[in-house]
């Protein structure tokens, strides 16, 4: 039986009551997010976590990023669990939680950025436990909904951050233009280098850049040790790295 919790080197995350549970590609994508947010021109002042789970995203960001953080979240059991968890954090104050479904979901503002993890599957296997149905498939929200909330609630000159399958890059591609909004730079995330990539984080703009900046990354090596390049996303979260 996995834990009911992960323990970060500055916070912890329990994930019991949530359907979706802290993997290791959900930790690159919030440590990506974290450096790319910090490294970037705009100066990002406030955050929109689309879907927060247990709160882990938000966490994550606001370890690297002094920003006023709103996360929504439907299920209200993860809700909770994502509450507690901020509240145990250091950026209680900073992040706060709204038990709300994001398709009626109104801020009265714009944001600099919004980060998602959003439902995954579609046409596929359900589970019997409706939480885990809203959590990984995309019924009750489907990535095309996503992306016009992030069109219609993100700054003229904002960014967001989207993690999806692999399978449906030609898909999500499609669906990104309709919205008319940018890839600026996208990862495809291996686990090692002799396995097709099974993940892509992407990094987007409402406003067409002059060239996309792709790069694969692979989470272990040939050792089944984990890469430079993955340690350097990971090193400030992980205990154990």
């Known amino acids: 039986m996995s834990n009911s919790y992960f323990r970060f080197k500055q916070f912890t995350v329990h994930h019991d009551r949530?359907?979706?549970?802290?993997?290791?590609?959900?930790?690159?994508?919030?440590?990506?997010?974290?450096?790319?947010?910090q490294n970037s021109k705009l100066k990002v002042q406030d955050l929109l976590d689309i879907g927060t789970g247990s709160g882990l995203l938000s966490l994550m960001i606001a370890q690297k990023n002094n920003?006023?953080?709103?996360?929504?979240?439907i299920d209200t059991a993860a809700a909770a669990q994502a509450k507690e968890n901020i509240e145990a954090s250091p950026w209680k104050n900073s992040i706060h939680?709204?038990?709300?479904?994001?398709?009626?979901?109104?801020?009265?503002?714009?944001?600099?950025?919004?980060?998602?993890?959003p439902p995954f599957y579609q046409n596929e296997l359900t589970s019997d436990k409706q939480n885990k149905n809203i959590a990984h498939h995309s019924e009750q929200l489907t990535i095309q909904q996503v992306l016009g909330f992030i069109k219609n609630n993100l700054k003229e000159n904002g960014i967001f951050f989207l993690l999806f399958p692999f399978k449906r890059e030609k898909e999500i591609a499609a669906l990104l233009l309709q919205q008319n909004l940018f890839t600026a730079k996208k990862i495809f995330l291996k686990q090692t280098d002799m396995?097709?990539?099974?993940?892509?984080?992407?990094?987007?703009?409402n406003k067409k850049t002059e060239a996309e900046d792709s790069s694969v990354?692979?989470?272990?090596?040939?050792?089944?040790?984990?890469?430079?390049?993955?340690?350097?996303?990971?090193?400030?979260?992980y205990l154990y790295l």
């Open 18 to 37: 949530c359907a979706m549970k802290v993997t290791t590609d959900s930790c690159f994508f919030g440590a990506w997010c974290a450096e790319e947010i």
């Open 67 to 73: 920003l006023d953080i709103d996360t929504v979240e």
């Open 97 to 117: 939680v709204f038990n709300h479904d994001i398709l009626s979901f109104h801020a009265n503002r714009k944001y600099d950025c919004i980060v998602c993890n």
């Open 195 to 205: 396995h097709q990539p099974f993940r892509i984080a992407v990094m987007g703009t």
């Open 217 to 237: 990354i692979n989470i272990r090596d040939e050792h089944q040790q984990y890469t430079g390049t993955f340690t350097h996303f990971l090193q400030d979260y």
